[in-house]
């Protein structure tokens, strides 16, 4: 038997794009956070608990959620592009090191001639 206000697709998309911005904004303040993947998740628990999205909709987005990457996976990058600038730079100061090192080892053998 169907229920007679079941909610649709349709009607749970709508209700999630009507709703979703207001919400985001009232769980980034009360969470104190900024991962967004645990503001989005508290957004959608509210939502199906005021029945304005139905459960395949919701099983629909939190495993989009799901996908979305950690908010550190920038960092992650940044530090590699430190550590490389530094070995690079570590790497040229100790060519050039090395190159002064030989010029001058060249002007003291050829002076000794």
């Known amino acids: 038997m169907q229920e007679l206000h079941k909610i649709t697709d349709k009607d749970s998309f709508h209700n999630y794009l009507d709703n979703k911005d207001v919400l985001e904004y009232k769980y980034s303040k009360q969470l104190g956070t900024r991962n967004m993947k645990a503001v989005y998740y508290a957004v959608l628990d509210e939502m199906k608990e005021k029945k304005l999205i139905n459960d395949d909709f919701y099983e629909n ?33 100790l060519g050039l090191l090395v190159v ?8 003291d053998t050829f002076d000794e001639l």
């Not at 940044?78 to 730079?89: E, R």
């Open 100 to 107: 002064y090192e030989m010029e001058k080892l060249k002007m």
């Open 61 to 93: 987005e939190t495993e989009t959620i799901s996908f979305l990457g950690d908010d550190d996976t920038c960092k992650d990058c940044i530090y590699l592009f430190f550590v490389t600038i530094f070995i690079t730079l570590l790497f040229s100061l």
